[in-house]
C-alpha cells in the first residue's frame, strides 16, 4: 500500500495530464458520432489513434522524423550556443542592453516565419532556410530569460566570489551560471519548441525536409485522420523534448 501511494503522488500530475487528455478523446469521439462536430472537419479519434499505424508503415514517419529531428537539433544547438553567451553579455553590459533588449523581445513577438521568401533568397531550398528561421525564432525566450536569471542571483553570493578572489570567468562559471541555471533551462525549454514549430511550419511552407511535407501530403489527400495523426505525432515529440530538458536540468542541479 505505502509503494502505491508513493507511486500514485509521485506521478499525479502526469497521470491527471493523462486522465484529461482521455477524457477530452472520449468527449470529442461522442461529439463526432453524433454529429455535433462535423466529421468532414475532425475525424473521430479512435480513428486518428488507428491511423497511427499507417502512417508509420506506409508513409516513413520514422524516416521522415529523421530528417526533422536533424533540421532541429542543429537549430537548437544553435540557439544554445548564441543565446546564453548572448545574453551573458548584455547582463554584464548595461549600455548594450539597454539599446538591444527591446529589439530581441520585439524578435519574439515577430511572425519570422512569414518572412521565408526571403531567407529562401539568401539560402535557396535548402535546410539552411529551414535552420536559420528556427534559429531565429528560439533565440529570443534563452536570450531573454538568461539575463533574467543573471539578474536575480543573489548580491551576498557575487560578493562572496568577490572575495575568494576569482577571477571574472570563474565567477561566471562557478557561481553566477549555477545559480541562473533554472531560468536559463527555462529559456531553452521554450526557445526548443519555438525551434521544433517552426522547423515543422517552415517544411509544410517550402515541401521541403521531413515531418512538414507529410503533413501537407496528407491534408492534400484528404486523409483526416492521417493529418491529424501526423500533427499529434509533432506534439509527442515537443512533449518528449520538454521532458528531456527536465531531466537534463535535474542532473545538472542534483540537489534542486
Not at 62 to 67: A, C, G, I, K
Request: charge should be neutral.
Amino acid at each position: 500500500m505505502p509503494a502505491r501511494q508513493s507511486f500514485a503522488s509521485r506521478y499525479a500530475p502526469e497521470l491527471g495530464g493523462v486522465a484529461i487528455l482521455l477524457g477530452l478523446a472520449v468527449v470529442i469521439e461522442v461529439l463526432v458520432r453524433t454529429a455535433v462536430i462535423n466529421p468532414f472537419l475532425m475525424p473521430r479519434p479512435s480513428e486518428v489513434t488507428l491511423a497511427f499505424e499507417r502512417i508509420i508503415l506506409e508513409e516513413h514517419i520514422l524516416s521522415r522524423f529523421l530528417v526533422t529531428a536533424g533540421e532541429a537539433g542543429t537549430a537548437a544547438l544553435l540557439v544554445a550556443l548564441i543565446g546564453i553567451p548572448f545574453g551573458a553579455l548584455l547582463q554584464g553590459r548595461l549600455l548594450l542592453r539597454k539599446s538591444i533588449e527591446t529589439w530581441v523581445a520585439a524578435l519574439a513577438a515577430a511572425p519570422i516565419v512569414l518572412a521565408y521568401p526571403l531567407f529562401l533568397v539568401i539560402f535557396g531550398r535548402s535546410p539552411w532556410t529551414i535552420i536559420a528561421i528556427a534559429v531565429l525564432s528560439g533565440l529570443p525566450p534563452v536570450v531573454l530569460l538568461t539575463i533574467e536569471g543573471l539578474d536575480s542571483i543573489r548580491p551576498a553570493l557575487i560578493n562572496t566570489g568577490r572575495s575568494l578572489r576569482l577571477s571574472r570567468w570563474q565567477l561566471f562559471w562557478k557561481i553566477m551560471f549555477p545559480a541562473a541555471l533554472p531560468s536559463i533551462f527555462a529559456g531553452l525549454r521554450i526557445g526548443l519548441i519555438f525551434t521544433l514549430i517552426n522547423v515543422v511550419g517552415v517544411e509544410f511552407l517550402i515541401n521541403f525536409g521531413g515531418l512538414g511535407p507529410l503533413i501537407n501530403e496528407l491534408a492534400e489527400r484528404y486523409d483526416l485522420p492521417g493529418t491529424y495523426a501526423a500533427i499529434c505525432f509533432v506534439i509527442l515529440v515537443s512533449i518528449i523534448v520538454f521532458i528531456i530538458m527536465e531531466k537534463l536540468e535535474q542532473w545538472l542541479q542534483p540537489g534542486s
